[in-house]
């Protein structure tokens, strides 16, 4: 078993007995899914809506090479600057080039989990750049010294208790003080920084090739603020975000915002073109969008699990996951947590150190029946799992263990060979593998099969 397969075991062993915790997540939880069930109302057909919206995202991914070139034709075409990231080295190297040309010493950033993929924040903290987060989960996360807990709702593990907790011992804010005075407190921290920031930084929701742009969704506006007062915009986006055509928005955004957060349409939607133009009077003098690579064309090579790069990241599939619900999103030590962060870690990070999260799975395939792509998700675990064997990335003793599991599986003669005397004394060599609060069944004497025979030849 590898180091991060070690420590996973480990803190879902923890974290799933850990009764605040779980209290807290299913509170937060309830409210999300009853929010979803009155956001999905809008839908007259979500079958089709979802249909349509793993269509337009199938051929963005199929044909990604010449969306990104058309992409990057039509938004250079207004003046903006676009930069090729093969892994998050090159992009942050990139990063820190452009930050240093503007003697940047502070900037602002709305929520990005690319940026967090890359590793953004303690980057710049090393190149003496103060990063500051503007979501106001990600501002709490941050605060406490944490990484986002969930990829829609970063401080989802926190009540509203301990945040007044934290802010009281950060800031000297009143103790036990309500969510409403923490977002005042923070908007009046925020206003400062929006407006001496030196550079703004988004992630993108979507890039859509056919105008060269980069389509942003929140419902704070910080995103909006990040881009408007700093006079250089660099946003960092995955490859993956294409879309063939801004039209494909009236079919996404409804899709992200319900199944992200229950609303029929996300607060602030913003398209971004390039830099100001001189008819405008706020916006970003220069404006960059940095394309990241970083183990995506590599999971496109990949001719079944490629369908996950359709994902738009609305974290429905974490939601809906029993895994994720009990074990919460710090335990999986990823930048993407739950079903569709154990389909892409190991191909992003790499089988030797992540291919235990595949097998994080119980196979029920609620991910698959609430993603709004369409996307497979508990079949690609599966295909997860078969290439971490075929790719000699188990154990020996995971090898031939599996390798006699399946002949006696296959055997009715071979699982009724030993009695369940001798079964129980083997059994004592699992003491423990459920973990010191459960115990393994007592197997029965004789088998099913057998008492079943036994019975008829009575009867």
């Not at 007995?17 to 309830?30: E, S």
């Not at 992409?71 to 093969?86: M, N, P, S």
Request: net charge neutral; proline share 3%.
């Amino acid at each position: 078993m590898s180091k991060n397969a070690k420590i996973f075991t480990k803190e879902s062993r923890r974290v799933s007995f850990d009764l605040r915790h779980r209290g807290t997540i299913k509170f937060n939880m309830t409210r999300y899914d009853n929010a979803v069930e009155k956001g999905k109302m809008q839908y007259s057909d979500l079958e089709l809506a979802k249909l349509r919206g793993s269509e337009i995202k199938k051929e963005a991914i199929k044909n990604l090479d010449k969306y990104l070139l058309q992409f990057e034709e039509k938004f250079t075409a207004r003046g903006g600057k676009v930069i090729w990231a093969d892994n998050q080295d090159q992009a942050m190297e990139s990063v820190i080039e452009i930050l240093q040309k503007a003697n940047t010493k502070m900037i602002v950033k709305s929520k990005s989990m690319t940026t967090e993929e890359i590793n953004f924040n303690e980057v710049l903290e090393k190149n003496n750049v103060e990063s500051v987060e503007t979501d106001l989960g990600e501002y709490i996360v941050q605060v406490a010294g944490e990484r986002p807990y969930h990829i829609v709702t970063p401080a989802m593990h926190k009540s509203k208790e301990d945040v007044a907790e934290l802010f009281h011992e950060k800031f000297n804010t009143p103790e036990g003080s309500s969510p409403e005075y923490i977002t005042n407190y923070v908007r009046e921290v925020l206003r400062t920084k929006f407006t001496t920031a030196d550079v703004g930084i988004t992630g993108g929701n979507f890039l859509i090739a056919d105008i060269g742009a980069v389509a942003v969704t929140e419902n704070e506006g910080n995103a909006l603020m990040s881009t408007s007062f700093p006079k250089t915009h660099i946003a960092i986006v995955g490859i993956e975000k294409m879309i063939p055509s801004f039209k494909d928005l009236h079919t996404l955004w409804p899709l992200l915002s319900t199944h992200g957060t229950g609303q029929k349409i996300t607060a602030y939607n913003s398209i971004f073109t390039g830099a100001k133009t001189p008819e405008e009077i706020d916006g970003p003098e220069e404006m960059y969008v940095i394309l990241l690579d970083n183990g995506r064309t590599d999971l496109l090579a990949e001719e079944e699990q490629n369908q996950a790069l359709n994902c738009i990241r609305c974290g429905a599939c974490l939601n809906a996951c029993p895994v994720y619900r009990n074990i919460g999103g710090y335990t999986y030590e990823s930048t993407y947590s739950g079903p569709i962060g154990s389909v892409i870690t190991p191909h992003y990070k790499g089988f030797d150190k992540y291919k235990h999260l595949s097998f994080a799975c119980t196979i029920c395939g609620k991910c698959t029946e609430v993603c709004p792509e369409k996307i497979d998700l508990h079949n690609l675990l599966l295909l997860n799992r078969r290439d971490a064997i075929d790719k000699n990335k188990t154990s020996l003793l995971w090898d031939f263990g599996m390798m006699g599991y399946e002949k006696a599986m296959l055997n009715r003669n071979l699982l009724d060979l030993t009695g369940g005397g001798i079964k129980n004394a083997f059994a004592v060599f699992g003491k423990g593998m459920w973990g010191k609060h459960r115990d393994l069944p007592h197997i029965a004497k004789k088998s099913f099969a057998q008492q079943w025979k036994e019975k008829n030849k009575k009867n």
